[in-house]
């Protein structure tokens, strides 16, 4: 049966725009999987505790050994990565917050990069990358090009590189200039900000259309 992990990290509930496309994703994924089974998280609602040293020394210590804060923090980490493997398909939400990822999203990667769970200790074989991850990102600002902060989005190129270990390999979907309709002094990119969307909309409306006809 598939299986679907669904992660929203953004902090502004409705207006989020990075909710409404992991919103529209999931839908999309419905349809195409109807016999299929969703597991969320909300990142943004609920965040994960900062891994911590009872989280690290958790890693190494045997389980009859652990403190009650070791065993917490491990006990947190099983689960973590037992939604990753369960799913064949991971929507992540990640909106850009001060040019990087939330710290929430920062959390779930370092709870999820754990040797013997996430990768190969010996080998450093990653242990998760046998399923498809969607990232559905959403930037306030344009970052592209000759943009005036072009390079200054360090959420999406991180990625990749927090999660290597694990195998993850992210597919971005992103939608640009976001704040442009709520923000007067963007006014005039409004017209870009909705192409940037609209483009978004339909990366996702094709993810599983093949399957959709089938």
Not at 196 to 201: D, I, P, R, T
């Amino acid at each position: 049966m598939p299986s679907l992990l669904h992660i929203d990290s953004s902090i502004q509930g409705e207006r989020s725009v990075s909710r409404k496309l992991t919103a529209r994703a999931a839908e999309a994924w419905r349809a195409a999987h109807p016999d299929g089974t969703v597991t969320y998280r909300d990142l943004g609602a609920e965040p994960l505790p900062h891994l911590d040293g009872s989280g690290v020394a958790a890693w190494a210590t045997p389980g009859e050994q652990q403190t009650p804060a070791q065993r917490a923090a491990w006990s947190l980490t099983e689960q973590l990565v037992e939604e990753v493997k369960r799913a064949d398909t991971v929507l992540l939400g990640l909106p850009l917050y001060n040019y990087g990822a939330p710290s929430s999203v920062k959390a779930w990667v370092d709870h999820l990069t754990v040797p013997g769970l996430a990768y190969d200790p010996a080998t450093r074989a990653g242990l998760l990358g046998d399923r498809e991850f969607i990232v559905l990102a959403s930037r306030g600002g344009g970052y592209l090009g000759d943009s005036p902060r072009a390079g200054w989005d360090h959420a999406e190129p991180w990625l990749p590189h927090g999660l290597s270990l694990t195998g993850l390999q992210p597919r971005f979907i992103t939608a640009e200039l976001t704040l442009a309709p709520v923000t007067p002094a963007m006014a005039e990119l409004i017209p870009l900000a909705q192409a940037s969307l609209a483009a978004a909309e339909r990366a996702i409306d094709d993810l599983w259309a093949p399957a959709m006809v089938r």
